[in-house]
């Protein structure tokens, strides 16, 4: 099945620090990648949309100056986390979608998540 | 519109039972409905997935039955294990947009 790697799985660092999340898509091209935010006990917050050679799309409410977005290549997206606060300590999640199967609706699979605790 | 709502929030089992898990949506653009499972830790893992030109999948042990009509799709869990435990989330897309996610349902399968 498809494989999403996300690395580090667990970052705790200083305030003010910049973090960079990397999510790898193993055995399929990853057109479309995304970006979440969760909570304890909480659902998925759709963070950002991330297109391959293009800009990221952020919903609404998110810093793109804050959470930065790359999706350089078909199989890698980065998150960066710039001078992150205590506030932005949260569970960080990518997904990515294969759209070379020509159904547009295939199936998101997720990473195992980013654990980011910020002193 | 873009809602799903979930229900319930949480739920707890005896093990050999059947879990069932509820979701609504509003917007009928919406045309691709996935079930995922998430362990503590760890991201959500796609569990089975419906369509809604069918009323039924069922795949082992877990099944979605969707109404078109009502607007609404159930998860039955049959058999329910205690490795069962975790949570679920509905989901719900149309057109290859961004995933609406239900609320989440911590489920607990108990001996």
Redesign the interface.
Known sequence: GAV?S?HPSRVICKSGTSVKIECRSLDFQATTM?WYRQFP????M?MA?SNEGSKATYEQGVEKDKFLINHASLTLSTLTVTSAHPEDSSFY?C?ARD?SAGW??Q???????T?LSIL | QQQVKQSPQSLIVQKGGISIINCAYENTAF??F?W?QQFP??????LI?I?PDVSEKKEGRFTISFNKSAKQFSLHIMDSQPGDSATY?CAA????N??T????T?LKVEL
């Open positions: 999403v996300q995304f006990k909480q659902s998925l759709l949309t999640i997904s759209n547009v609706n199936p998101q699979h997720f990473g195992d998540g654990r | 045309d691709y996935p995922y830790g760890k991201g959500p893992a796609l997935a369509r989330f897309t149309g057109g290859g961004k995933l996610f239900g609320t989440g911590q």
